[in-house]
């Protein structure tokens, strides 16, 4: 198979506990559309313990600030690339655009992201039982095993109603996360017998990404700070342990940093 056909399974690493918040609800919040999406009574109990672990991230970090400084870091290094003849002027000023509705939108948003939740008695009452493993069997909550059981469009109604306050933080999140990936310096490396060392030279970097072909069956370990890059490749086992690779990895590595 030619190597441009062959499919490759993408890691990303955060070098910051910013950026690590902003993927860990980017993941959370598509697992939310996709569960929401569905019609069965199962994926929709999926999708509600998803927007539980969205509030539970939320609840340890002040993200519409964190959002707003974000925004606000990012629309001052775009702006400073006006005039610029490398720089194509139509499209900074859209992106620019998207920077400056995403922040008016939470900008005009009250308290913390998923208060309209936390102020839900009924559902803060599942999610107390949903901590606790089998908590929200029907014989626990009957009132939610009624729910589970009305139709499809009722339940998906409900959802959406508790989710779209969230939607602008999700929409937020994503334009520095695009811009941060966008900036990705790549370049095609091998690691040798498994490991690769890299000396960064103390640049400051924000994410990492390694693409590896899925048919390598190759999983990185990666440690990294603003000095050295070390990614330690291991394969499963027939147990799925981890097991350190000691052949050559040919992989793509990406430094991003906005």
């Not at 003849?85 to 008016?104: F, H, M, N, T, Y």
């Not at 490991?195 to 400051?204: A, F």
Request: hydrophobic share 45%; charged share 25%.
């Amino acid at each position: 198979m030619a190597e441009a056909e062959r499919r490759t399974v993408l890691f990303e690493y955060p070098f910051n506990e910013r950026v690590r918040t902003l993927l860990r609800l980017e993941d959370l919040f598509d697992k939310l559309a996709f569960f929401q999406a569905q019609t069965h009574h199962l994926c929709h109990h999926t999708a509600l313990l998803t927007l539980f672990e969205i509030l539970d991230v939320t609840a340890r970090a002040d993200l519409k600030s964190d959002l707003l400084q974000e925004l606000e870091r990012h629309k001052q290094a775009l702006s400073a690339l006006r005039n610029n003849p490398q720089v194509s002027e139509e499209a900074l000023s859209g992106v620019l655009a998207e920077v400056d509705c995403a922040q008016q939108a939470l900008g005009a948003t009250s308290g913390k992201a998923g208060q309209h939740l936390r102020d839900n008695e009924w559902l803060t009452s599942i999610r107390s039982r949903a901590a606790i493993p089998g908590g929200t069997c029907e014989f626990d909550l009957p009132s939610y095993h009624a729910w589970l059981m009305r139709d499809a469009d009722s339940r998906a109604a409900d959802l959406d109603l508790w989710a779209r306050p969230l939607t602008l933080f999700s929409d937020a999140l994503g334009i520095p996360l695009r811009l941060l990936r966008e900036s990705a310096h790549r370049s095609l490396q091998v690691a040798a017998q498994g490991s690769y060392q890299q000396m960064l030279q103390g640049r400051t970097y924000s994410l990492l990404q390694v693409r590896v072909a899925a048919d390598e069956g190759a999983v990185p370990e990666i440690s990294a700070n603003k000095y050295m890059l070390w990614i330690r490749f291991t394969a499963a086992d027939r147990d799925l342990k981890p097991k350190a690779l000691e052949r050559d990895v040919p992989f793509q590595l990406a430094l991003c940093s906005f």
